[in-house]
């Protein structure tokens, strides 16, 4: 059964960081680009993040582009979320998703496989 699970949110004070995982089971990573996504409360879903399977392409929203670093580990099945400098504007549910096709799905918010989420809090 392919699952995607997230873990690492929490509630952090504006500028600091998190690392967010994204562990695959029941299906290989291998040829899955991996995004990450988040929804603030009240607000729809948008894209974070997105690293593509074949050659490691990286995607970020231009409101985290260069605060975020997105990797994967395909021996372990895992993708990562590094989050540093965090804002407040930064608080929502991230969601980590798996698509065979590529990048272009994460602007079409359109994923194989989802994982339930990790709530990241910002406070000050």
């Known amino acids: 059964q392919a699952q995607l699970v997230e873990s690492g949110g929490g509630l952090v004070q504006p500028g600091g960081s998190l690392r967010l995982s994204c562990t695959a089971s029941g299906?290989?990573?291998d040829y899955y680009a991996i995004a990450w996504f988040r929804q603030a409360p009240g607000k729809g879903r948008e894209g974070v993040s997105?690293?593509?399977a074949g050659d490691g392409s990286t995607i970020y929203a231009e409101n985290v582009r260069g605060r975020f670093a997105i990797s994967r580990d395909n021996t372990n099945g895992t993708a990562y979320l590094q989050m540093n400098s965090l804002k407040l504007e930064d608080t929502g549910t991230y969601y980590c998703g798996a698509t065979t096709r590529s990048c272009i799905w994460y602007y079409r918010r359109?994923?194989?496989h989802w994982g339930k989420g990790t709530l990241v809090t910002g406070s000050s």
């Open 110 to 112: 359109s994923m194989d």
């Open 50 to 52: 997105c690293i593509n």
């Open 27 to 29: 299906f290989n990573m």
